[in-house]
């Protein structure tokens, strides 16, 4: 039997939060990350950081693309710059929920 402070402490910790329905690219990364089901708050938080990664990946990639179109010369650090952005949607978890890709 739960306690109403129990099932009110399990509320706040987003056990009891109805499904807010998960993409398959999320559940990918929940069943690589051991997250299950009733972890709805750490689903949660994970969703937000994929949108933060895809949203810094696209704008560094944006960025990168009008330097290489306005400037004379490809210098060496926006080479740099660019390979490590071309890194950023790895397979590792949480990847990155963005058009750059994020999954395998």
């Known amino acids: 039997m739960t306690t109403g402070t ?3 402490a399990a509320h706040y910790a987003g056990q ?8 398959d690219e999320e559940q990918q ?9 009733g972890e709805v708050s750490l689903r949660k ?9 895809g ?8 960025i990168i693309a009008h330097l290489k179109k306005t ?10 710059a660019e390979k490590l ?5 790895s397979a590792d978890p949480p990847k990155c929920e963005s058009g750059g ?4």
């Open 6 to 8: 129990a099932t009110a």
């Open 16 to 23: 009891y939060e109805p499904d807010p329905g998960w993409t």
């Open 29 to 37: 990364v929940f069943d690589e990350l051991g997250i299950g089901e």
């Open 45 to 53: 938080l994970i969703r937000g950081q994929r949108r933060i990664n």
């Open 55 to 62: 949203k810094l990946y696209d704008a560094i990639d944006l």
């Open 71 to 80: 400037s004379k010369v490809e210098t060496p650090e926006l080479k740099k």
């Open 85 to 89: 952005n071309d890194q950023v949607p």
């Open 101 to 104: 890709g994020g999954l395998p």
